[in-house]
């Protein structure tokens, strides 16, 4: 990932770039705040904090200075604005990474951004829309595309595994025997170092691995199957019921 916006004099800077299927972007950070659009394909985002998968058409928010990783699904066109502190803070965007929806004036305005030049006039039509966009980034409402990790070293080891095999038939009580812990005191620490209950964890891990399959052409009955729900109307109630949409037209 280039890093030339450095030393840009500008607070917003926005670039288009084309990634193969399956390319990996080890760990690295950026001296700016990183709203990274999905044109095309899907992306997933690694932290040490967690993991977010970002569906066609949405973006992810990663904070300046966060150490992340990336994988593309499918080939994919990234639009990326980055965005330095002063702007952040005046926008009031997060601290911490999350995955956003995308307006259709959101989708307009990155299109002509990314073909703006970085030393763009901020009193000019290029300014103006570099401000719009910046106003609209902070508008998004965020969405329920992450799997927080714990830091307990028990959780931590069998949420990875469960996110590499994600199946909605492993059980509170099966989770905390693998952990050595009673149910009771695997719920709460659970609870308290991811922010989320393990059945709604367990649903957004099976959720992002179901949007990956999705972008790479998989059929809804085999993910539903494959990730362990009952039926696939079942799986498609639990989809529509977090994102409000059906997954045969998620990617749409």
């Given at each position: 990932m280039d890093d030339f916006y450095t030393e840009v004099p500008r607070a917003l800077i926005a670039t288009a770039r084309d990634h193969a299927p399956d390319a990996?972007?080890?760990?690295?950070?950026?001296?700016?705040?990183?709203?990274a659009y999905a044109a095309r394909g899907a992306i997933s985002v690694f932290t040490p904090h967690g993991n977010w998968l970002v569906p066609p058409q949405r973006a992810c928010w990663v904070p300046a200075r966060l150490a992340h990783g990336m994988r593309m699904h499918g080939a994919v066109t990234m639009?990326?604005?980055?965005?330095?502190?002063?702007?952040?803070?005046?926008?009031?965007?997060?601290?911490?990474?999350?995955?956003?929806?995308?307006?259709?004036?959101?989708?307009?305005?990155?299109q002509q951004a990314v073909t703006v030049d970085a030393l763009y006039v901020g009193q000019s039509r290029a300014g103006r829309l570099m401000a719009l966009l910046l106003d609209e980034i902070a508008a998004m409402a965020p969405l329920p595309l992450s799997a927080p990790l714990p830091q307990e070293p028990r959780l931590a080891r069998l949420c990875t595994q469960l996110l590499q095999q994600p199946s909605q038939n492993i059980s509170v009580d099966a989770m905390a025997a693998q952990a050595g812990m009673s149910r009771r005191t695997f719920t709460r620490l659970f609870r308290a170092q991811t922010g989320l209950g393990f059945a709604q964890w367990r649903q957004q891990a099976c959720l992002l691995a179901a949007i990956t399959r999705l972008a790479g052409g998989q059929a809804v009955t085999r993910i539903a199957l494959d990730l362990g729900y009952a039926s696939p109307s079942a799986f498609t109630a639990a989809f529509r019921r977090v994102l409000g949409q059906a997954p045969s037209g998620y990617l749409d």
């Open positions: 990996v972007f080890a760990s690295h950070c950026h001296a700016r705040g990183q709203f639009h990326n604005v980055f965005i330095d502190d002063d702007a952040v803070a005046t926008a009031g965007l997060p601290r911490h990474c999350q995955v956003l929806d995308a307006s259709p004036l959101l989708r307009q305005l990155l």
